[in-house]
Nanobody, 120 residues
Framework: QVHLVESGGGSVQSGGSLRLSCAAS??????LGWFRQAPGKEREGVAA???????RYADFVKGRFTISRDNAKNVVYLQMNSLIPEDTAMYYC????????????????WGQGTQVTVSS
């Protein structure tokens, strides 16, 4: 079992930036991903990064968000730029051993989430 703790959420205006962090309790995690869930909507994959640095992004964040990981610190980051109100959601990080996908059922350890609110 891996314990994950997200941080870095907050409230920003449209066009602003935030950097989310997710600290893992141990190393050697194959895949780390970021998901989000807005009220009344299903959880959706945002981005994922493999231990070798490979990445995958949802189409709606390409060019705006960047995922990265620091394997020495067991931390994954999500740099979010050009934020829009539609990005408002609770953001979660999660771990997977099944491949670089953005489907929630592929992930088996989840953090508690950090809230991101973007105002127009």
């Amino acid at each position: 079992q891996v314990h994950l703790v997200e941080s870095g959420g907050g409230s920003v205006q449209s066009g602003g930036s935030l950097r989310l962090s997710c600290a893992a309790s141990r190393s050697t995690i194959a895949i780390l991903g970021w998901f989000r869930q807005a009220p009344g909507k299903e959880r959706e994959g945002v981005a994922a990064v493999a231990s070798n640095g490979g990445t995958r992004y949802a189409d709606f964040v390409k060019g705006r968000f960047t995922i990265s990981r620091d394997n020495a610190k067991n931390v994954v980051y999500l740099q979010m730029n050009s934020l829009i109100p539609e990005d408002t959601a609770m953001y979660y990080c999660a771990t997977s051993s099944y491949g670089l996908g953005l489907v929630a059922r592929m992930y088996n350890n989840w953090g508690q989430g950090t809230q991101v609110t973007v105002s127009s």
